[in-house]
């Protein structure tokens, strides 16, 4: 597990050794994406209530003189409320977004690594290169949303006495276990593993997994600037991922073990 850690902190001087850092550029591409869509996705949340509500309070026809300022006031909550809940909602399923819209990148970035590593990379295929990455994109779907129930699963455990205790250490072990899983399986498709096998290959080495997969949950619970940055700490999570699991045993003699 540790070895998996201080794999992250390898991450960047690989990138360097190997000339990758343009790598760097493709997250800080998708952050700006993701801060703009979040900004617009509310804005026109935040018009399309409030133009309903004003049409349902009617208040030209109740607001006394010089009140006007109560709409205004009734906007900007609405406009605090909806950059909160955008918020909340990045931080639950923020990693899981991530990694779907980083997909492409984090599978050539992935190939590139064990390249440099010096094991053999099939011959680009265009057919396959889409079809790994509808495997990605797929898996980072099925897995958040599997991650997303279990979150919910362990908000709820918070509310039963005593056992509650152990909720916020179950739901970080959750988050780290399946943003692992992601990590880690851009290897496994390049290896050709189907889902099964890759499932097995990652329970067996869980705790590799976990490693993997904690740095990049701890960063995502940094507020604000944690959710709107992971594309870089997902970046950097492949690179060790992709050196962790090229550095052992080929997993498909694992899984048939």
Known sequence: MFQ????YGQSFSFLRKHGLLYFLWFPLVITALVIWGGSELTKTLTETLFEALIGW?????????????????????????????LYFAFAFVGGSVVLILMSPVLTLLSEKVAEKLGHPIP??????????????????????????????GCFVIGFIPVVGLA?????????????????????????????????????????KTLGLGAPFALWMLVPFFGPMSSGFVALLGT????????????????VKA
């Open 239 to 254: 690179v060790a991922a992709t050196r962790v699991v090229e550095g052992e045993a080929k997993p498909k003699e694992i």
């Open 123 to 152: 011959g680009f295929s265009l057919p396959q290169f889409f079809r790994d990455l509808l495997r990605a994109i797929g898996l980072a779907v099925r897995n958040g949303a599997i991650q997303l129930l279990l979150s919910l």
């Open 4 to 7: 998996s850690i201080r794999a």
């Open 57 to 85: 309070m009617n208040p030209d026809n109740w607001l006394p003189e010089g009140w006007d300022f109560v709409v205004d006031v009734i906007y900007w909550l609405l406009w605090v409320l909806f950059r909160i809940l």
């Open 167 to 207: 909720a916020p250490f179950l739901l970080f072990a959750i988050n780290a276990y399946f943003y692992g899983y992601s990590l880690m399986d851009y290897s496994m498709e390049r290896k050709q593993l189907d889902v099964r096998e890759s499932q097995r290959y990652v329970w067996q080495h869980k705790f």
